[in-house]
């Protein structure tokens, strides 16, 4: 059982960097089997998985941002936190921490955290990306 809450700027200017943190609470972030990820949702793409980090401290991530997205831990205090630089207002949206227990990873796990079915959520944080 875990409590996630994102915190960060509800706005901020293009080309700048967005970084948000995700607040874990309950279990700690370290704790075997629990995978941590941040998705966002936008009125003209819905849903889209962003990446995040394993327990271990492995990496996944959307290929599609990768380039400009970066994702670490705080394990002293439990946070997540991404990075989205040279945002446009196409970064606009609802950012969101999930948290998904699995225990039998499957052979295509990047997959199964696209689809977004996870066991936790936070509230989601609102950011506009404008001048």
């Known amino acids: 059982q875990v409590q996630l809450q994102e915190s960060g700027p509800d706005w901020v200017k293009p080309s700048k960097t967005l970084s948000l943190k995700c607040s874990v609470s309950g279990d700690e972030i370290t704790t075997a089997y629990y995978y941590f990820m941040w998705i966002r949702q936008t009125a003209g793409k819905g849903m889209e998985w962003i990446g995040g980090m394993d327990y271990a401290g492995n990496n996944y991530d959307n290929t599609l941002l990768k380039s400009r997205t970066f994702i670490w831990r705080d394990t002293s205090r439990d946070q997540l936190v991404l990075e989205v630089r040279s945002v446009t207002p196409e970064d606009s949206a609802v950012y969101y921490c999930?948290?998904?227990?699995?225990?039998?990873?499957?052979?295509?796990?990047?997959?199964?955290?696209?689809?977004?079915?996870?066991?936790?959520w936070g509230q989601g944080i609102q950011v506009t990306v404008s001048s």
């Open positions: 999930a948290a998904k227990n699995i225990r039998d990873p499957p052979e295509d796990l990047v997959a199964l955290l696209a689809r977004n079915e996870y066991d936790y």
